[in-house]
């Protein structure tokens, strides 16, 4: 499964599901964000949160207060129990309902009669007691208490806020309802409202995870086939280009994918194809220019070696004739030294025709061709040899038919010029180079003497040169001849 997700069309898919899932995270954040400022704009209305306090308490609280049947302790623990619970109001309905009035710390509660003594107070140990008249905290709650005694319902007249920010409210409590005589009072000090997006939050978020989650299971699969059916065109797409390139590399021209479309991969496509043709043209041109030089090689050899032979042949041969009726010994000797000519002849042809046959490179690979030539090469220039390989490597047709023609050149030398008694081919390759040496025990040469070094040695110079190899000849007049080739591998020219 990971290795899916290393390719282009994983990587697509995972972009495509990625894409989907942060747009759905975006508009889940912008919704929260639009829902956060709604409630700001929508905060709860001062007027209804303390209406809501006034009548969740009264209706609770009359039923102790009926005149002739009061209960003063079950009062006081309807008093105590409100404490305890917190809240002065009910909890929300919903979302969009004022939220509970919250009893602020550290306040008191209070029952007053009409004559406003206190008939329940908690919590105890206040300064205003049970059966004591109640004490206002701050001038401004006895005109509130007033209002309220006068009958006056108005609920902003029955609040003040605190020092501390709280609401200080009387409550008035009516006997049955609002149109009732009063039978008591209420003073309660509760929290301000908080900021609606407070409430609403908790609801919010887990309606926004909720819907996310659903969203989630619905849309990833979706992202997911939308990115495996976009990426499918692609990668078949690159994955032709691939395939070709891969046949190119191989020196196989013939697949030639075509793609019509406009976009970048079709314009890659394109372009591919016309720098192929480009390299076709170039190969062609090379095999043309290494076609004329080899003529031109073959010419000199053939103007240098079996021209001169088969001209020195003819004078033998006439010399013979000449001295045949006067001197039949003389003739004799002239006709030896030409069939000895013609041999000298026949057995540079035979090196030539050699190597003229480097087909045999393709199908046995550098070592197995460079022993088999130089076999044939010894029993036709009948001079023992030697081939030795250490280790192997997979060696491109370039360096392999470059090694091959500086082997094939260096034991041509050997055969027309060293007269030596053996000869040594050794093949060495490493992470680094391959190495090939040719060495003889010959009569050996002066390098310096440009008249001796030859055609021969430019040749072989000039094919490694374009490899960024180098020949070393290494010679000595009377102790032989070491011609040594080396060839970078990729990656370390």
């Known amino acids: 499964m990971f290795t899916f997700f290393k390719g282009l069309r994983g990587k697509l898919i995972f972009t495509y599901v990625s894409v989907t899932v942060l747009t759905l995270l975006i508009l889940e954040i912008l919704v929260v964000a639009a829902g956060i400022l709604l409630s700001d704009l929508a905060d709860a209305d001062e007027k209804e949160y303390l209406s809501d306090v006034v009548v969740t308490l009264y209706p609770q609280a009359r039923q102790y207060l009926q005149p002739g049947k009061e209960d003063l302790t079950g009062l006081q623990d309807w008093l105590d129990q409100v404490l305890d619970s917190g809240y002065a109001s009910l909890e929300p309905q919903n979302i969009f309902d004022s939220p509970v009035a919250r009893i602020a710390d550290d306040t008191s509660l209070y029952v007053l009669s009409l004559d406003k003594k206190i008939l329940a107070q908690t919590p105890s140990g206040s300064d205003n007691r049970v059966g004591q008249i109640y004490t206002p905290p701050f001038p401004a709650a006895e005109e509130l208490m007033q209002y309220a005694l006068e009958g006056n319902r108005g609920i902003s007249k029955l609040n003040s806020l605190t020092a501390a920010g709280n609401y200080w409210l009387v409550v008035p409590v009516n006997q049955t309802d609002w149109e009732s005589a009063l039978v008591g009072l209420i003073i309660v000090e509760v929290e301000p409202p908080p900021p609606m997006f407070q409430q609403i939050l908790p609801s919010l978020v887990g309606a926004i995870l909720i819907t996310g989650v659903l969203l989630l299971i619905a849309v990833v699969p979706f992202g997911a086939l939308f990115g495996l059916i976009m990426s499918g065109g692609l990668t078949n797409r690159l994955a032709a280009l691939t395939s070709a390139a891969d046949s190119w590399a191989q020196g196989d021209f013939r697949p030639m994918p075509t793609d019509h479309t406009q976009d970048e991969i079709g314009l890659l496509n394109r372009r591919m194809r016309n720098m192929v043709e480009r390299i076709q043209g170039l190969l062609q041109d090379k095999q043309a220019l290494a076609q004329l030089e080899e003529r031109n090689r073959l010419a000199r050899e053939l103007h240098d070696t079996v021209k001169q032979q088969t001209f020195a042949t003819l004078m033998q041969v006439r010399a013979a004739r000449n001295q045949l009726k ?113 060495s003889d025990n010959g009569i050996g040469f002066d390098p310096l003497d440009e008249q001796i070094a030859g055609y021969g040695l430019q040749s072989m110079q000039e094919r490694l040169a374009s490899l960024h190899g180098i020949l070393e000849v290494n010679s000595v007049p009377g102790e032989g001849t070491m011609v040594v080739a080396k060839v970078p591998l990729p990656g370390n020219k």
Not at 349 to 356: H, P, Q
Not at 409 to 437: D, I, K, M
Request: charge should be negative; include cysteine.
């Open 326 to 438: 006067n001197n039949p010994h003389e003739a004799e000797q002239h006709l030896l030294e030409a069939e000895s000519l013609i041999k000298a002849s026949q057995q540079e042809l035979s090196l030539m025709i050699n190597e003229l046959r480097p087909a045999a490179l393709k199908d046995q690979g550098l070592q197995a061709a460079l022993e088999t030539y130089l076999e044939n090469w010894s029993t036709q220039a009948c001079i023992p040899s030697t081939f030795q390989a250490l280790n192997t490597c997979k060696l491109s047709l370039d360096v392999e038919q470059a090694l091959y023609r500086v082997a094939q050149e260096a034991l041509a030398n050997t055969a027309r010029h060293s007269r030596a008694s053996a000869v040594t081919v050794l093949l060495e390759c490493n992470p680094e180079s391959v190495r090939l040496e040719v």
